[in-house]
Every structure is written in C-alpha cells, then in structure tokens.
C-alpha cells in the first residue's frame, strides 16, 4: 500500500529569498592549461591570493578551491612535453560584469595572469596560463 504525499505549498516570499541565496552563491569555474614545456622537472601551484578581477568595477572573487594543483606552500610538478591541465573555483561575479582578468596576487615574479576574459552564460571557462612579469 503506497502513501500518496502531496506537493507541499512555498510562499511566493520564501523562494524568492531562497533565489537571492542562489544568486549571492554562485561560482565561477575556470579550467587552466599550463602548456607544455621542454623543460625537465617544471613545478607549479597556486596562491590562495588569486582571484578574478572584473574589468568594469574591480571586485575581486576570491579562490574557494583548487583541483589537480597545489596550494602554495607545496608544488605539482608539470609533466615533461604535456600540457597540464588544472581546474580552480572562485566566489561569483557581480551580474553586470562582462570581461575580467584571472591574477596571482604574490610577493615575487612569475604570478600567473590571464586578462579580458569575456564573461559567458555558464560561467565555465576554458584558459591558457601564461606568467606576469
């Protein structure tokens, strides 16, 4: 004998709170190529200051987390003539931004940097990593 439950009733007020805790959780997904190097014994990693900066307002999302690289102080070696790939997750961008840059804010050169990144639907990105200078 089956019990049937009945689609409980929401307040219009509640779900539309609920849609703003969406909004202010989003999160934007960039997947980074570090390309192939011809160099023997390469090592990478990213500081938890990096963040994607918008081109219209200056905020900055911050880095929530980091896939298949590590975090500074510990390296990941890049393997020899591969490009390697990495995944990093920040806080969302405001809904206006339409272009905006990835930087590795750190005490030394050779931060990676990507800039004018145009914003998409998804928020899913696809980057080639190059070093700031």
Request: hydrophobic content about 40%; glycine content about 4%.
């Amino acid at each position: 004998m089956s019990e049937t439950i009945t689609k409980p009733v929401i307040v219009k007020e509640l779900l539309e709170s609920l849609q703003a805790k969406v909004e202010e959780e989003r999160q934007v997904i960039v997947h980074c190529c570090f390309p192939a190097s011809p160099f023997f014994g390469n090592l990478i990693r990213i500081w938890n200051s990096t963040y994607l900066i918008d081109n219209q307002s200056e905020h900055q999302s911050k880095l929530i987390h980091a896939e298949n690289i590590t975090i500074y102080p510990n390296w990941t070696p890049v393997p020899f003539m591969k490009d390697f790939w990495f995944t990093l997750v920040f806080q969302g961008l405001p809904k206006d931004c339409t272009s905006f840059d990835l930087k590795e804010v750190i005490p030394e050169e050779g931060g990676f940097f990507v800039e004018s990144i145009k914003r998409n639907s998804s928020d899913i990105y696809r980057v080639k990593i190059s070093e700031s200078y």
